[in-house]
């Protein structure tokens, strides 16, 4: 559960999250159809998926863990696995080409990018869901920095600690905000025993003054 | 070969110094350079080890010593990278090995894909070199690089701030590109053209994977080439690499045979391994080169050899074009990246880049355009000016190899612009004209030609880098010029054996169904042997005759270009009206923009165009924004009806601009994305909204710092602003922009939007509105500025 690898491209683009994420009901419209085919034309040119992970003690690891709700998702596990993926670079310079060209397209593009970034960071999870069974251990869902209480700022320092920037080409800004941007980082908890994890909730949530579920009595998963 | 290398030897690099520390007990996470102060017995240690396995050059532990990743450590890059230097060169003592500054990237992104500016990097660099330089480095080596730019940073900041020696590696993934898309080839052009002393390829892969790349390499450059691969690939469970010593050695032995100058390892080799290798080449000189003459250019993600007709795009030149005039006197960057965009859809290979307007900061200007299109738009660019400030304003920050247009056979002239050539490594455009005016006869063209090239070599520049222009006359004004240029392509290709580039469009000047003539001349041109045609890449005519002329010279294979390009499609026809017009309002619902261009044309025969906005569009677009509001239409929707309003608010800037009025401008607006934040799609959506409702939008971009901001609102007198914030960790700057503007005592209004921001902190930072959606913020603008 350490090291490097090129998850492959779902079959598949998600594209009702990508809806969901554009805030349309549906795809009913064909000039939006027209344009989600294009950006995944554009997406199966230029993703690169790439994704590194490590699997440490939570003690080595304790420079990019912190919070209560991160500590109640690794609760009864003793190791971690930190995961970074990305689509890479080329998808941020077709989302830049699509901003000069065309804005209904680049909001399309962006959203379907968004979604298939999603994608990869489950088909990486399932990876070393795999690998952790085939060791008899049980893996936790994924919890990233800016979940709940667990500091985005931490950011820097994951990347740092699966050499993110040198094996994947995923580095973070002075602000904490991944480039390039099209890309996720976790940490999940790792036991003998099986282990959920628990999700942040909305308690500490960043969006919770307007998130747009909450207020039709929803949430966002 | 220069003389940090050797004819009779392959030298030898050294192995890993990181996996190294790591088995001497680094624990994860901790700085490897760090330990040059805590632990520098351990660290000359394996330098020792390495000068005894045969190294004739070891790297000091100064890999990721620069001032972002050392921050916060408790010690400067200066005492990093000398205790680095001094563990490196006590383990040389008594021995020839030299002392390389080993240098890795800085671990951020640079623009466009970061916010770390290039003048940064070069910044940074020049700290990390000038301490190793003070530290007693013998020489500087670049390596596992991945982002091109950086590299030109790092060459530069090397090249002004020290005299040593400059190698450079980047290292590639299995496909020959790094994780931004850096090809092998680029990297050899850049590394050339900037004076590198040796390039090379390290790091991710084995030497196996490498092996074919390496070859590339030494296909594109005549520098010396080293490598340090991997000892193979690590195993996913265990860490350990795959490729041991024996099998390593082997490997590399096949490198030999393609001339390679130095070699050694990267992550996984120890002294075992480079013991081997010295074994292996003690007695091996390198085999000499003789890679293949070739003209380039090149982006990082795309090379163009000139090995074929490759088209120069003329639109990006504000001559004639009174739209682009008023739009640089803006600093509007908007419709400069549109022509780039446009250009490169329609085939051209290379975007010729002209600023240049009495009115207009020109240096400042062409770094600007260079860095913006550089930014959407992978094509090589053509710097066109006369101006030498602006020429090394776009040749400092540009990423890869451009072209210089141009010289001319001047002796001032030469003189002035060729040593800019060299040091940026950039191919240049030689004129055929002097003091004297353009000769008319082929003869005297071509020996002016003759002076540029030796001047060009002569100056350092080989002559597969000059370009020479024969230069059009107009027809209808010098009817016998034409063949005196047709005649000067043929004599410069033939007997100079360079490459000839020609504007094309300037020979029908004055004659009616000017495409036509453009096209015949294009045509004997290149059959005469011209190169690079500038031209309009949107006249289907004429990229339709180049295409043609591959084909039947040979060029395109099997015709596999033009049947790519042309297949399905009928020979062009003179257009119909196809369908029944759409009126302007409909076409704006239906977000057609051809459909709502076209009828805005037929509008303005009647109408007057201020009148076309007021009763038509801006009604449109209102039934669009109330149907986005009622959730009866969506963001898709009211982009795409934005788009079309959008073009036909090109065609009535247009009808203003020609009739030579004034724009009238509802007002300026001021938009900026706070600094620190790169996440600006939802400002991109909020200028467009603005901009179909007529106000006159300064994007100031992303990560903008405060200053930026009332600099812009006192400059233009913008009476509102419009601030966006993604992310938490940047509403700060959000506010420190809104307090900016308070203190500097600008009479604005701002409004404030982004995923996380509430009514509650709008208010709270002090922001006079606060914008759910895009939708919103053009109330609040009719609001403001009516």
Redo the contacts between chains.
């Keep these: 559960?350490?090291?490097?690898?090129e998850p492959a491209l779902p079959e598949q683009p998600d594209t009702a999250q990508a809806l969901r994420y554009?805030?349309?009901?549906d795809a009913k419209?064909a000039?939006?159809r027209a344009?989600l085919q294009r950006a995944e034309r554009a997406l199966r040119d230029a993703a690169?998926p790439?994704a590194v992970s490590l699997r440490?003690g939570r003690q080595?690891?304790a420079?990019c863990l912190q919070g209560e709700d991160l500590e109640r998702h690794l609760k009864g596990c003793e190791d971690c696995v930190l995961l970074a993926c990305t689509l890479?670079?080329?998808v941020?310079?077709a989302q830049?080409?699509a901003?000069?060209?065309?804005?209904?397209y680049?909001?399309?593009l962006?959203a379907l990018a968004s979604a298939l970034a999603e994608q990869i960071a489950d088909a990486a999870q399932q990876a070393l869901r795999r690998q952790a069974r085939g060791e008899g251990l049980f893996l936790t869902g994924r919890f990233s920095p800016g979940y709940g209480d667990y500091p985005?700022?931490l950011q820097n320092?994951l990347l740092?600690?699966v050499d993110a920037?040198?094996k994947?080409?995923l580095?973070?800004?002075?602000?904490?905000?991944l480039?390039?941007?099209k890309s996720i980082t976790a940490v999940l908890g790792l036991a003998g025993h099986p282990v959920t994890g628990s999700r942040a909730g909305c308690a500490h949530c960043?969006?919770r003054?307007?998130c747009a579920y909450r207020k039709e009595g929803k949430t966002c998963e | 070969m220069n003389d940090i290398f050797c004819r009779q030897r392959t030298l030898l690099l050294d192995g890993a110094m990181g996996t190294m520390l790591q088995k001497s007990g680094l624990r994860l996470g901790e700085r490897p350079d760090l330990l040059s102060i805590t632990h520098p017995e351990a660290v000359e240690g394996v330098n020792r080890a390495y000068v005894q396995a045969g190294s004739d050059f070891i790297c000091a532990n100064t890999f990721g010593s620069n001032a972002k990743k050392l921050a916060g450590c408790g010690h400067t890059v200066e005492e990093v990278i000398h205790a680095g230097v001094a563990a490196a060169r006590r383990a040389a003592a008594g021995t020839s090995a030299r002392v390389i500054l080993d240098v890795g990237p800085i671990g951020e992104l640079l623009e466009p894909a970061g916010p770390l500016r290039f003048e940064e990097a070069y910044e940074i660099y020049r700290q990390v070199v000038a301490a190793g330089w003070h530290a007693g480095a013998d020489l500087v080596k670049f390596a596992t690089m991945t982002d091109l730019y950086e590299v030109k940073a790092a060459i530069l900041a090397a090249k002004e701030h020290t005299p040593l020696p400059v190698l450079v590696a980047m290292t590639f993934e299995a496909n020959g590109r790094t994780f931004t898309g850096c090809t092998v080839e680029a990297l050899a052009l850049l590394a050339e053209g900037l004076g590198a002393d040796g390039v090379g390829i390290n790091c991710s892969l084995g030497p196996a994977e490498i092996y074919p790349l390496a070859q590339r390499l030494c296909a594109a450059t005549s520098l010396p080439v080293f490598i340090k691969p991997n000892a193979g690939l690590p195993n996913p469970a265990t860490g350990a690499y795959s490729v041991g010593p024996e099998q390593f050695c082997a490997e590399l032995e096949r490198y030999h045979a393609l001339g390679i100058a130095a070699v050694g390892g990267c992550c996984g080799t120890t002294p075992e391994y480079i013991a081997l290798l010295a074994q292996a080449f003690a007695d091996k000189a390198p085999v000499q080169r003789a890679p293949a003459q070739r003209s380039a250019v090149c982006t990082p993600t795309r090379t163009v050899e000139l090995d074929t007709v490759r088209v120069i795009g003329e639109r990006i030149n504000p001559t004639g074009k009174k739209r682009f005039q008023q739009a640089l006197r803006d600093k509007d960057m908007d419709y400069l990246l549109s022509q780039a965009v446009e250009q490169a859809g329609a085939g051209a290979d290379i975007l010729d880049v002209n600023v240049g307007l009495p009115d207009v900061d020109e240096p400042a200007m062409m770094a600007r355009a260079v860095k913006a299109i550089q930014s959407v738009c992978e094509l090589p660019l053509q710097l066109d000016s006369t101006n030498a400030r602006a020429l090394e304003a776009g040749l400092r920050v540009y990423n890869g190899k451009p072209i210089v247009n141009s010289v001319n056979a001047e002796q001032a002239v030469l003189d002035r612009l060729l040593p800019l050539c060299k040091k940026y490594g950039a191919a240049v455009v030689g004129l055929t004209l002097d003091e004297n005016g353009i000769p008319p006869k082929a003869e005297a063209r071509f020996a002016l030609a003759e002076k540029i090239v030796a001047a060009a070599e002569a100056a350092g520049i080989p002559r597969t880098d000059v370009y020479i222009d024969c230069l059009t006359l107009t027809a209808s004004a010098q009817q016998e010029a034409a063949q005196e240029t047709l005649k000067a392509v043929r004599m410069v290709k033939e007997r100079l054996g360079v490459h000839t580039v020609l504007g094309v469009s300037n020979i029908s000047f004055g004659l009616p169904c000017r495409e036509q003539v453009n096209t015949a001349f294009l045509t004997l041109a290149m059959a005469h042997g011209l190169d690079l045609p500038i031209l309009n890449p949107n006249s289907g005519a004429m990229m339709a005759a180049v295409a043609s002329f591959k084909v039947l010279y040979n060029f395109d294979r099997d015709s596999r270009e033009y049947i790519a390009r042309y297949a399905g499609q009928t020979a062009a026809v003179p257009a119909v009206a196809a369908q029944a017009e759409l009126s302007l309002h409909d076409a704006v619902l239906q977000g057609l923009k051809m459909q709502a261009a076209d009828a805005a044309k037929a509008a303005l025969r009647t109408v007057r165009p201020e009148e076309l906005v007021n009763t038509v569009l801006i009604p449109a677009l209102d039934a669009v924004g109330g149907g986005f509001e009622k959730g009866t239409l969506f963001l898709p929707q009211l982009l795409q009806s934005a788009g079309a309003a959008q073009a036909a608010f090109d065609v009535v800037k247009n009808a203003i601009a020609a009739s030579g009025r004034q724009g009238g401008g509802k007002g300026k607006i001021v938009i900026a994305t706070v600094k620190g934040d790169i996440h600006d799609i939802g400002k991109n959506i909020v200028r467009t909204l603005l901009e179909n409702y007529g106000y006159d939008v300064i994007d100031l971009g992303r990560d903008v710092p405060p200053e930026t901001v009332v600099q812009a609102v006192r400059e233009h007198g913008a009476r509102l602003v419009g601030l966006s914030a993604l992310m938490t960790t940047t509403l700060c700057s959000m506010e420190e922009t809104i307090l900016a503007l308070r203190a500097a005592g600008l009479p604005c209004r701002v409004m404030v939007g982004g995923a996380v921001l509430t009514p509650e902190y709008a208010e709270k930072i002090g922001a006079d509105y606060y914008a759910k959606d895009a939708k919103r913020s053009v109330d609040i603008a009719k609001e403001v500025l009516g």
Excluded: F, K, Q, S
């Design positions: 559960m350490t090291g490097v690898w554009l805030g349309v009901p419209d000039a939006l344009l690169r790439r440490a080595a690891l420079a890479g670079a080329g941020d310079a830049r080409a901003n000069a060209a065309d804005m209904a680049a909001v399309v962006d985005i700022a320092e740092r600690l920037p040198r994947i080409g580095c973070a800004t002075p602000t904490h905000l480039t390039p941007r960043a969006l003054g307007n």
